[in-house]
């Protein structure tokens, strides 16, 4: 039988995601088990898997559990920490199949904003860092349709983590890419 496709998981076949190992890291696996045991992060993470948006689920949580805010946010905020690294053998696989001519997919359950974030680094073999920033123009003024003339920066704000500047002249603007 002529192998025609391959189709890989992302999680845990190309990337290794590991919540608990990295949670243990950085507060401890007591402290750990206590917020998993109090919080329903990976239900959360599996709405977000669906669908729902990362930030709004993220600020729902810290709404519903305030005692756990600051690992809630770690949540947000270090999550690519927590899909990575690549799995050697099964990259080393997908690399063979491909210089053989045999078409690679990946499929993946990340949600929207997450798949985003994992694919900025992935893509680019690890040389695209974070954080990332994201540059834009918004609010009224510019004779755009409603459509583009939104002010999200409130919304923007109220991601725990996540940091919003308004430069107000085109040197602050400069002041800010330095």
Known sequence: MKV???VFDIGNVLIGWTPEQFFDAKIG???RQAFFDA????A?????DRGSPFPDTIVQL?????????????????WLDMVSP???RSVRLLRALRRQGIPVFALSNFGAETFEIAKARYMTGGQMSMPL???????GGSRFGAQHSQSVENWAMMIPGLKVVAPSSPADVKGLLA
């Open 133 to 139: 920033v994201i540059r834009t123009a918004n609010g």
């Open 62 to 78: 810290v709404d519903q559990h305030p005692d756990w805010e600051a690992e809630i946010t770690l949540w947000h905020t270090c």
């Open 4 to 6: 025609s496709a391959v």
């Open 86 to 88: 690549e799995i050697t």
């Open 29 to 31: 696996a007591d402290r």
């Open 44 to 48: 959360a993470n599996a709405a977000i």
């Open 39 to 42: 919080v329903p992060i990976l």
